[in-house]
């Protein structure tokens, strides 16, 4: 688009935000995955929910999901509504849409490859590593 | 599909900034309140539940950046950022941004306008007309006429291939009335072919359009009305079609009213159909009326193509037909070209060029400003350096004050460029061109684009200059240091030089264009006192007045008449006045079996018996005419002594014969009794005075006067000495004709003075936009001097202000006040010399270009040459001096303790 070209600035560029990308893909992937798998459930209710599966390993702050949570609003892959928790509390909850279940088993089959290539070009590493 | 929508959906939330965040406040809260419910639950005291929900959520106003930052578009921001950022500056620096976008405003508005009229002058032409660069005009000539035949006509319609179509058009003057029977009015009408309209793609705004049937010879007459003569003489009557007027006294049916604006091929008040009367079946060039043809050139057919097809055609046609079409040649030009004349992309495009230099200018003053307000804030850049911002932001804040700036200039030039586009249009109205000055997309886009341009332009020099900053010296170094910095005065000392040498060549190409017009509107006419000599041309109506007796019985008694009044010396009638064309006829010199080259015409004047006095140019030889020259007494002739010298060198011319010898008639032969004085008759150009054969009135008065538009019609001009100011008497002369026939209509009744004056209809084609010309390349040069002199002085006063400290060490140490004025002066005056050294050597390029236009001027003109760099050194003087004054006050105790 024109406006972009203007100003010289790569459109993927600008979509896309450079600094966190694997780690923000994998964190899309679990947020669809909780999503997909635990139905309608607010921020923190995600949040709360990875942080059990993966320990402190993925989120450093609770408040980082929002970042990832917003972005796939944008992209259509989850929809937000507000609404009210068990406790009686005004929340926004987010819930997977068609498109996020599509997104989901692409990015899934996309990162089990991965994780068997990574796998597999590790052990081969360690093993050269011993002649 | 999808990253549009994300890209739209982006573009969206960066403009509901403020919702969204208070939104994402809330999600924020929410979550807190979540957390610490569970913390709570699980068995947690409250305060603490509290502080360890916030501890787990992290810092909230980094999120909020990163929300901010994953749903909008960064760079959006950015740019409203910067967007405010450089409004709040411009606005704090006033007197910069107004200077700046006054100047800008003014270039791009003269640019744009000078684009504008070119654009419409060289490609678009008439208005209404479809695809007006495929019209081709076609004229034949033979050595004695000029004018298409309709047979001719007929045969390369017929045979061409390059044109889609052709269509024939002529113009006569006829008497109309709108049938109410009040009196006539003599005007001009259109006679054409019935394809015309169809060819040019328009068609009328009410009625019909002409058929074949009407170009019947016994076809009913009809006639389209132009809007015009619609609004103007029947105050837009609404059940106009098939109203009955008279022309010519015979009623007419008006069959239609074509759109308003719509003039072709010049302006006229109607149209009316072809009549193939066996008067229009004549082979060869021929006339008066005078006759056209145009033609629409086939999708992907050439001009020079079409030219030589009809050239092949003619040649063919005048191996058939010898007697008619022997020496005929045609021309074939395109529309705007005729109509523009062949000079005009020489004319347009330097004027065009002009509006270029003056753009430059204003963009060498924008970038000199900028330049030192971006030295004046090379501190605050090097702080901002310092603490981490990139170059990259530095420059884009300086491009988008540059953007603002061109904006807001761009949107004041348009405003301009739409009023002087008007104003021109208002001041070169004329008949003969009929052009559509309508502002486009196409000016609109080239504007924008040109703003986009100057924003450059003028962001260019401080920019290098800001990437050269050298952020340890600038912070070191305090805000001054005591001298100016080297590198930016050379800057700047180019940029004024290059100013003024734009400003030279624009000044030495108004001057050769001025002193050409000058030339011809100052060259000698051989009348002297015209101020005091009233004339006008009287159209006798033919039905009244179609014969030599009733003429010159009716001439008769005007003399009687004009001889009465008061303060008139003299008077004489004559068939054209000195700034009109006079008939030109081919003749012979009896014992001569030369004219030197036969197809040779000269011009035939038929003057009264005063004629010599009122224009007081006395008899040189023999006598002038008396009224005792009549019809049946010896014809005689005078000469002038162009055509004596030319015809008979070493002869006396006295006693010699001559006679008109023209296609048809062979008159008698005429006895020269008297050579005149050179005066001038008809020469647009006024530079030699041509060979001019006059006869008496009265032994010719059949011959049709010529009007100013070259065209013959029945009646005389009257040219009256007169011993008081010709204004004085004009209304009794007006009265006295009244008196005589109210029919008899008076046109260009004025002091022979004035119609020396400039006008574009009398000038050749190739000089027909002099006078514009002439009028526009000086408000060119001017503005240039103006806008270029402004930036002098801006670039002095900077530095002075710059160089206070060093003034007032100088000054301490002993300097005087001469020798800092001398210092200033000289700093200021070098790069004008530079830049008119320059300036002058380019201008003799440019001048060339300009030849084609100029009138009895050297490109090189001594007078211009050296006009223009003295004109420029003391207006640099004067921008120069008045800074300088400010330096001389320096007060050394005052300047050293400052900063």
Redesign the interface.
Known sequence: ?WY?NM?N?N?SR??R?SKLDLLQGTLDLMVLQTLNSMGSL????I??RIEQLSGNEVL?????I???L??MV???WIAAGWGI?D?N????FYSITK?GKRQLKEDRTQWERLAVVMSRVLATSREGGKP | V??V???W??FV?AFRKHDLDRE?D???R??I???T??YMQRGVPPAEAQRMARV?????E??KD??R???G???LDD?FYDLRFAFRDLRRDRAFTITATTMLALAIGLNVTVFAVMNTMLFRGFSLVKKNSCLAYIEEHSPSAGCCSYPDFEDWRAQTRSFEGMAFIGERPISFSDGGGERPVDTLAFTVSNNTLELLGVHPFLGRDFVPADQEPRAPPVALLSYRSWELRFGKLPDIVGHIVRINNVPATVIGVMPRGFDFPVQGDLWMPLTLTTELQHRGPGGPPAYFAFGRLKEGATLAGARSELDAINRRLAASYPATNRDVVLSVESYSKFFIGPNASVIYGSLWAAGWFVLLIACANLANLTLARTLGRSREFSIRIALGAGHWRMVRQILTESLLLAGASGALGWWIATWSVRTWAAATASRYQVLDYALDDGTLTYLIAISIAAALLCAVVPIGRLLKLEVNGTLKGGARTATQGRRSKYLAAALVAGQMALAIVLLSGAGVVVRSLLTVVDAPTGVSDPENVLIGSMALPSEKYGNSETKLRYFDRLEVQLKAIPGIQDESISNTIPVNSGIFRTFEIEGQDNPPDPGESTQFLTVGSDYFRVVRAPVISGRAFNDGDLDSTLPVAIVNESFAARFWPNEQALGKRLRAKDRNTRGGWRTVIGVVPNIMQGDPLRQHFKPLVYAPFRQDPGTHAQNSDGAGFNGAYFLLRTSVPPRQVAQVVRAALQKLDTDVVLQEFTDLRSSFAFRQDRMDLEHAELGKYGEAAPIFALIALLLAAIGLYAVVVHSVNQRTKEIGVRMAIGATGEGIRNMVLRDGMLPVAAGMILGLAASFAVNRILQSQLVGVSPYDPATVIGAPVILILVALIACHIPSRRAVRVDPVVALRQD
Do not use: P
């Open positions: 688009m972009v100003w600035i459109m600008v979509l935000d607010h921020g923190y209710g949040a709360r450093l702050n609770q408040g980082t929002y970042a990832s917003v972005r944008q992209r259509g928790s406790t509390r005004k929340a926004k498109a | 999808s990253s929508r994300l890209a959906a982006r939330a994402f809330e999600e924020v929410s979550h309140a979540l957390a419910e569970d787990k959520f992290g810092a909230v980094a999120s990163a929300h930052d994953s749903r578009l960064a760079w740019i």
